[in-house]
């Protein structure tokens, strides 16, 4: 089985621009769930999509944004960026939605700087 | 509000030596916990969690929920187990917390 295949790998951006990142989970895996990691704060939740649907938001402002489609595949969309969103984006994907008994996948991510 | 802390950044141990990473956590709920771990190249991936009771390549960890910790061991380390190790808090609305991480180097 292919991993979790998040695209593109690094991606350079300016003050204000946006950006859509996108993540394709494992076959079979309908929940999707990203984090962004920085040196500073760490890996912190973003949102997590489970059959097409929202299902937990993380504390980040309201450009940050994502969707899931009917394949699973899931899109991030950061918009008017900002400097302190340079960071890596990481996707992660489970068959169920996270939980006790489940399992997160976690690709190899988006590293985003913003100039 | 739910918080995961583990308070040492790197760690530096011997071969052969124990290795034992602290994790504690904030959260009024009944907590769940895993560590996740990142080798050098490779991705974010489980280690352990709670719920399963295993003992992962030797490593091993305990909930204490009187002592609010959820510590990683392992009684010999070796040059593979050098990585990144990550505590985290499944909370609330099943979301995931995380702590800033522990960088392990074993030296040989």
């Known amino acids: 089985k292919a991993g979790v295949t998040q695209t593109p790998r690094y991606l350079i951006k300016t003050r204000g621009q946006q950006v859509t990142l996108s993540c394709s989970p494992i076959s079979g895996h309908r929940s999707v769930s990203w984090y962004q990691q920085t040196p500073g704060q760490g890996l912190q939740f973003l949102f997590e999509y489970f059959s097409e649907t929202q299902r937990n938001k993380g504390n980040f402002p309201g450009r940050f944004s994502g969707r899931q489609f009917s394949n699973s595949r899931s899109e991030m969309n950061v918009s008017t960026l900002e400097l302190g969103d340079s960071a890596l984006y990481l996707c992660a994907s489970s068959s169920q939605p996270q939980g006790a008994e489940e399992k997160l996948f976690f690709g190899s991510g988006t590293q985003l700087s913003v100039l | 509000a739910q918080r995961v802390t583990q308070p040492e950044k790197l760690l530096s141990v011997f071969k052969g030596a124990p290795v034992e990473l602290k994790c504690n956590y904030s959260?009024?709920?009944?907590?769940?916990l895993f560590w996740y771990v990142q080798y050098s190249r490779q991705r974010l991936q489980l280690l352990l969690r709670h719920i399963s009771r295993e003992s992962i390549k030797g490593f091993t960890a305990d909930l204490n929920k009187g002592e609010t910790s959820f510590h990683l061991k392992k009684p010999f380390a070796q040059e593979e187990d050098s990585a990144m190790y990550y505590c985290a808090l499944l909370w609330g609305n099943n979301r995931l917390a995380f702590g800033k991480g522990n960088q392990v180097v074993v030296i040989p």
């Open positions: 959260y009024s709920g009944s907590p769940e």
